[in-house]
């Protein structure tokens, strides 16, 4: 069993910038990758960014690419979504979720644990 609490959300201008960080506790966290999700209202969750369990490799959907930059921190069991640059259509729940079933990155059916989510709205 894996517990995540997702933080950091809120409220911010257009152009600005947010760090939303993921700590996890439970079952081993270093063993797995991990993802952010966000799910804006009237919409279907999409993947937004994914890492591999040691940190080296990072993906990202074609919305964020440039703008977000996904890590973590193994000792600290945390995983972060930096994003810069935020954009009116970037507002959206934004969620974290251990990458621990069969599939990719992009197929939310890949990932096994999720947290609460986190709120992000953007103004312009």
């Known amino acids: 069993q894996v517990q995540l609490v997702e933080s950091g959300g809120g409220l911010v201008q257009a152009g600005g910038s947010l760090r939303l960080s993921c700590a996890a506790s439970?079952?081993?966290?270093?063993?797995?990758?991990m993802g952010w999700f966000r799910q804006a209202p009237g919409k279907e969750r999409e993947f937004v960014a994914g890492?591999?369990?040691?940190?080296?490799?990072?993906i990202y959907a074609d919305s964020v690419k440039g703008r977000f930059t996904i890590s973590r921190d193994n000792a600290k069991n945390t995983v972060y979504l930096q994003m810069n640059s935020l954009k009116p259509e970037d507002t959206a729940v934004y969620y974290c979720?251990?990458?621990?079933?069969?599939?990719?990155?992009?197929?939310?059916?890949?990932?096994?644990?999720w947290g609460q989510g986190t709120q992000v709205t953007v103004s312009s």
């Open positions: 890492i591999s369990w040691s940190g080296t490799n990072t």
């Open positions: 979720a251990v990458r621990n079933l069969d599939g990719n990155y992009y197929y939310d059916r890949s990932y096994g644990y």
């Open positions: 439970g079952r081993t966290f270093s063993n797995y990758a």
